[in-house]
Nanobody, 126 residues
Framework: QVQLVESGGGSVQAGGSLRLSCAAS????????MGWFRQAPGKEREFVAV????????DYADSVKGRFTISRDTAKNTLYLQMNSLKPEDTAVYYC???????????????????WGQGTQVTVSS
């Protein structure tokens, strides 16, 4: 069973940091680009960050550039999102997602990801 499980969410004050993890199992994700998306209450799911299958390239939403860093450990089949200088507007449920095997390029389009985690809540208070 292909599965992505996020962890590391929680509550933090503005300016603080959190590190999200996403453990992948059920198949190898080494040839898949992987990304993070988020959804705030009453809003649509939005792209946050993506990393190529090699880990050599990444892309970010403008709203998180310079504050968030995406990385992956292919040997551990784990994806990470380091979030610094958090703002109240970062409050959302964060989801990790993987593209199909062989689709290792960057994409910010949610419909191009076929495997999703259950999400982890991040709450930033002012």
């Amino acid at each position: 069973q292909v599965q992505l499980v996020e962890s590391g969410g929680g509550s933090v004050q503005a300016g603080g940091s959190l590190r999200l993890s996403c453990a992948a199992s059920g198949r190898t994700f080494s040839s898949s680009a992987m990304g993070w998306f988020r959804q705030a209450p009453g809003k649509e799911r939005e792209f946050v960050a993506v990393i190529t299958w090699t880990g050599g390239s990444a892309d970010y939403a403008d709203s998180v550039k310079g504050r968030f860093t995406i990385s992956r450990d292919t040997a551990k089949n784990t994806l990470y999102l380091q979030m610094n200088s958090l703002k109240p507007e970062d409050t959302a449920v964060y989801y990790c997602a993987a593209r199909r095997p062989g689709y290792g390029g960057l994409s910010s389009r949610a419909h191009e990801y076929n495997t999703w985690g259950q999400g982890t809540q991040v709450t930033v208070s002012s």
